[in-house]
């Protein structure tokens, strides 16, 4: 079967990291991508890891171990705007994606 | 350089109506998917398009049909609406092959 898990919420102060994991069981890979989405908006793309390892960019960085079916989302100096849904989905090999329920993440003062 | 655009944004439908959305892809792309994204929920794959044809298709019955014209802009139709297919429906366009693909705003279905 298919499968992907990520929590369902979480909480952390402003300036904090907060670090979002995302377990996947699919039958196909070809890229992990993480979306944000904020309330009644359409989800934007935050990062891609396809292969083993760190990804950078600014304020936010993925991992990805294929091995182990893990990757994680990691969210520096929180700001107030960054309390959203953050959505793990994997790619198969003809492209379609399969998202994960989605991590509520709110970011209190 | 216009991004993926959806049309209406807003629908309300009765139960067994037919509807039908509309996808207008980001410039150069090639390659239309449609999700459903019920409240709380991440998005589900109904389908996917390349070159005017299904390519690949999730676990939504018949009910959900689709097309991809020439200048590969896109249609979702749904025939006799069920209250459970209240939702936003987003596409999302891409280069065919193992490229990000971009969301439009939605449409929001619902029905009474």
């Known amino acids: 079967g298919q499968n992907i898990d990520q929590p369902t919420e979480m909480t952390a102060t402003e300036g904090a990291i907060v670090q979002i994991n995302c377990t996947y069981q699919t039958s196909g890979f070809n890229g992990l991508f993480w979306y944000q989405q904020h309330a009644g908006e359409a989800p934007t793309f935050l990062s891609y890891n396809v292969l083993d390892g760190l990804e950078e960019k600014g304020r936010f960085s993925s991992f990805l171990s294929r091995s182990k079916g893990y990757s994680y989302l990691l969210l520096k100096e929180l700001q107030m705007k960054d309390s959203a849904s953050y959505l793990c989905?994997?790619?198969?090999?003809?492209?379609?994606?399969?998202f994960g329920a989605g991590t509520q993440v709110v970011v209190t003062p | 350089d216009a991004g993926v655009t959806q049309s209406p944004t807003h629908l309300i439908k009765t139960r067994g109506q037919q509807v039908t959305l509309r996808c207008s892809p980001k410039?150069?792309?090639?390659?239309v998917s449609w999700y459903q994204q019920a409240l709380g929920q991440g998005p589900q794959f109904i389908f996917q398009?390349?070159?005017?044809?299904?390519?690949q298709r999730g676990n939504f019955p018949d009910r959900f049909s689709g097309h991809q014209f020439p200048n590969y802009s896109s249609e979702l139709n749904v025939n006799a609406l069920l209250l459970g297919d209240s939702a936003l429906y987003l596409c999302a366009s891409s280069l065919e092959g193992p490229y990000e693909q971009y969301f439009g705003p939605g449409t929001r279905l619902t029905v009474t």
């Open positions: 989905a994997v790619r198969d090999p003809w492209g379609k994606l399969q």
């Open positions: 410039s150069g792309h090639d390659t």
């Open positions: 398009y390349y070159e005017e044809e299904e390519r």
